[in-house]
């Protein structure tokens, strides 16, 4: 199992204890701690860092400070020197597919080659609307998604999008140089190209254009949900002739780890900042927060995640409440979690 968490960047309201002009400050360090970390055998701990790709706060719009994705993935680039860097997830509508893939294909050239390029079709309506990108209904969006995906990999793959005559997008000729430095296997050969994480469980679409061109998934549910998913992702890729091998699955999770104390210290400052800022939605939030299946002792998560390792979960993806400010739990997870896990 390969582990990544999520730099703090304001979307979940986690930059409002910080001063504005500090925030770059503390997402730069813990992109640092990331590059840099280490478990006690001196193995890299982290293979990657997040963020999201997003505009406004949730659980609901705020004055607060949300840091733009592909920005910060440009400034993540330029920071660091090892771990990969990606979004969980680029919403596929809110720029051309075109213009992303060659913003992608740029970071990809800054960093060196370890750019992941997240992918799904959106969801945060008040966010689509305030933007101006109306909201289309879940077919469209999803529409939109497998044809985004489909330039995207031509235009990484071969230097230029070709003619693509879609139903959403139309494409002649964009080009998409320079490209990947990196490469990924297409029918066991490699090609230049940036990994695809589709993220969503959509049954009918959403899984099986992850089965038609994804490296890796993302999406989680209980374990129950996430083993069902599964299945069905292998359904699809047995009837487009993909290896379900060559797919790794992953999810993302809130962590609260450590003693009951520091848990419930960690619950009470969750409480305290969408109180303030949320208090419309605040009771939501922290119950979501109080059933995290990935609380408690390294110990205990250390099992919960064995189970999942079981149903095949190969990449986790923490997000750890208050990061800006506690270091603490990310070298306590290095430490005690990851290396029972690899």
Known sequence: MRFGFFIPQGWRHDLTEVEPKAHWDVMRSLVRLADTATTPD???????????????????????????????MAAFAAASERVRLGQMCTCMAYREPTYLAKVAATVDAISGGRTEMG????????EWRAYGYGFPRAGERLLALDE?????????????????????????????????????????????????????????????????????????????????????LREHCANVGRDFA?????????????????????????????????PEKADAELAGWRNAPLRGTPEQIVETLQQWKAAGLGYQISYFPNAAEDHDQIATYAREVIPALR
């Not at 406004?56 to 592909?70: I, K, L, M, N, Y």
């Not at 959509?202 to 069902?228: C, V």
Request: net charge negative.
């Open 42 to 72: 001196g193995d890299f701990a982290w293979s990657s860092c997040w963020v999201y790709d997003h505009f406004h706060t949730v659980p609901a719009p705020t004055d607060q400070a949300t840091h733009e994705a592909w920005s910060l």
């Open 119 to 126: 992918i799904g079709a959106g969801w945060y309506e008040h």
């Open 148 to 232: 985004g995906v489909q330039i995207m990999a031509n235009m990484w793959r071969t230097g230029s999008s070709g003619t693509f005559e879609g139903k959403r997008y139309q494409v002649d000729g964009a080009l998409c140089y320079p490209q990947p430095l990196q490469t990924v296997a297409v029918d066991g050969k490699p090609v230049s190209s940036i990994p695809l994480w589709i993220a969503g469980g959509g049954e009918r679409k959403t899984l099986l254009t992850a089965a038609k061109y994804a490296q890796y998934t993302n999406f989680a549910g209980d374990l129950e949900t996430f083993t069902h998913k599964s299945t069905v």
């Open 246 to 278: 060559e797919i790794t699955r992953s999810g993302n999770f809130n962590v609260l780890i450590g003693t009951e104390k520091e848990i419930a210290d960690k619950l009470a400052w969750l409480e305290a900042v969408y109180t303030k800022h949320t």
